[in-house]
């Protein structure tokens, strides 16, 4: 009884009919520019900005055109230009280096530990050896490492923390909404996050004269005094005369869109938790296969799924991959050689220097990935399960061979 699977993994929830709504109006008024306001009119990107300002309890809050404008958006404003060294995760996705390779800095890449989340031990090495003074740091898959540790870390060595929460938004740690640890908070609204405007981006931050700058980056001419979530005009005196306008704004169409899908956030979260763990059980205690650990402090977001196959040969992973394809279960291998799809590897980067992580390759080489969208209902989810436990079983090598260097469960 061979199992199939015949869901998309890429075909999200559709847009709302009040969004679809609230982007029609928007047409009718023609007034898609952000700054194009009737006298007495709050732009819809402006009450957007306010909305999620309050949905995270930031002061202040800018939206862009992508995630990727709003990370090299918020290293610009920080004071990050041509030749400085940015720390940044060794296991994130190709926006990331390119947002610091973007305003003409490199990339420090920082180890990755076995719950997929920076290296605390090693950050603080490349901190002593590089002097850098930024983090960029991506939640990447949405998994989120000590957060208290981290900011003490950063806090002692003066280092500026911007947070990249393409895959955290709407999550908490500790109850604190993730992107408000850090000095700034960066989200997409890209199609496969976790609010839709096709294209789109946001940040978050307390410290006015960091939003002051980007607003102005962000291509607001003088028309800074109609942002309702950024800094009075006094704080733009000097900042709308010292930064160029770098246009990527954000136009009303997509914040009409996008202003319906704020307060579904939670209820987003939990739906997905809940697919999360379905696929979470499905696969504990499945010889070969390991799962990754999940802090207590974390309410995350399971917009997608990770497992490890430690110590597994490329041959016997692909086969695995296979037998899944084969049965409609779709799943991204982060050890190809060749960078596929949305999936590369830290080796794929080349303008940011070669740099040698060796136990995020021991990761990487046996880190399966999948995406779980909100169109599947928890059977899809224990079906998906079924079948990779299934190729995982007709798969598993014999694992008598040395485990990789870095792998601790292959040694047992
Ligand atoms: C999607 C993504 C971003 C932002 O991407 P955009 O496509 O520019 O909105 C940033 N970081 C990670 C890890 C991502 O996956």
Redesign the pocket.
Known sequence: MDERFEGSFTQQEPISEEAIAAAVAVMRSGRLHRYNVAPGEVAEVALLEEEFARATGARFCLAVA??????SCALRALGVGPGDAVLSNGF??A??PG?IASVGAHPVLVETTEALTIDLDDLAARIEATGARVLLL?H?RGHVCDMDRLMALCDAAGVSVVE?C??TMGARYRGVPSGRHGRVG?Y???T??HINSG???LIVSDDAEVIARAVVLSGSYMFYARHSAAPPPEAFADVRLEMPNCSGRMDNLRAAILRPQVPLLEARRQAWEARYRVIESGLAGVAGVQLVPRAAEEEFVGSSFQFLLPGWPGEAVRAMVAHCAARGVELKWFGAPEPVG?TSSYRSWRYAGLQDLPRTDALLAGLIDLRLPLTFDLEDCARIARIIAGGVAATLPGLDAAPPPGDMRAAE
């Open positions: 992508s995630g990727g404008y709003a990370m994130t996705l926006p990331v947002a991506s990447m990249d393409a895959h960066c997409s609204t890209q496969y996050k294209e789109g981006g949305f």
